[in-house]
């Protein structure tokens, strides 16, 4: 015969208004639960209606948004052989279908001008494999410079890095110099940086290396989405 150990069972008296309260946590967490799946299943319906005729997203030069809706399988191997990490998966709810594709976030990195890895490590052909002079070439966005927010034109200081790190040989950002007149009274002559849209092919270098606290004062967009300044 197996005795009981001692203390494997216990007793504990439970108050009404304990009970009581755990009820209501037990309420509350049903009914927030309940909420959320409520919530989730809403968004779900409701974002095959989302249609944008225009992609919000950069994408990686040599691939188009047919190719990767038909051809891409969301591996995420182009995400790891960039080397500047700017290839993200994509999250956008107004772009489900595009749900994880890779997409260009030019604030957290650069579309390098000497590079090609994406296109050679993608396995289906969703982005193509570019000769490094065809990659060069190819426009995958156009970069705008948002005057209230880029120093030269909003402060009257000079700041010349987006031309400097711009890597097209003939320099897509050109300097205006330009006379200012300050506040205090001071005059003098500031750099006012100018994107030339035919020249930009939307690496990105611009926006990443751009020393504005926060959303850049240059930023690259789609092409479809500028209109001349």
């Known amino acids: 015969m197996v005795s009981c150990p001692t203390d494997a069972i216990s007793f504990r008296v439970q108050s009404r208004s304990g009970r009581r309260q755990n009820h209501d946590l037990q309420r509350r967490q049903l009914l ?16 095959p209606n989302f249609h944008l005729t225009q992609p919000l997203h950069i994408r990686p030069p040599g691939t188009s948004e047919e190719d990767l809706l038909s051809k891409c399988i969301r591996c995420g191997e182009c995400a790891r052989a960039c080397p500047t990490g700017v290839i993200q998966p994509s999250y ?35 982005i193509a494999k570019l000769t490094l002079q065809k990659k060069q070439n190819k426009v995958i966005g156009i970069a705008h410079i948002d005057k209230n927010r880029c120093i030269p034109y909003a402060q009257g200081r000079d700041c010349i890095v987006c031309e400097e790190m711009c890597p097209v040989p003939e320099k897509a950002v050109k300097l205006d110099e330009k006379t200012v007149v300050h ?8 750099l006012l940086p100018r994107v030339i849209q035919d020249l930009c092919i939307g690496c990105g270098i611009c926006e990443y290396k751009c020393p504005v606290v926060g959303v850049a004062a240059i930023r690259v967009y789609p092409a479809s989405m500028i209109v001349n300044e």
């Open 92 to 126: 956008s709810l107004a772009e489900w279908k595009g749900l994880l594709t890779p997409a260009l976030q030019t604030r957290l990195g650069y579309c390098d001008y000497s590079c090609t890895l994406c296109g050679q490590v993608c396995p289906t052909g969703a």
């Open 32 to 47: 927030l639960s309940l909420g959320s799946a409520s919530i989730g299943a809403a968004l779900l319906c409701v974002a």
């Open 183 to 190: 506040p205090n009274g001071e005059v003098s002559k500031v």
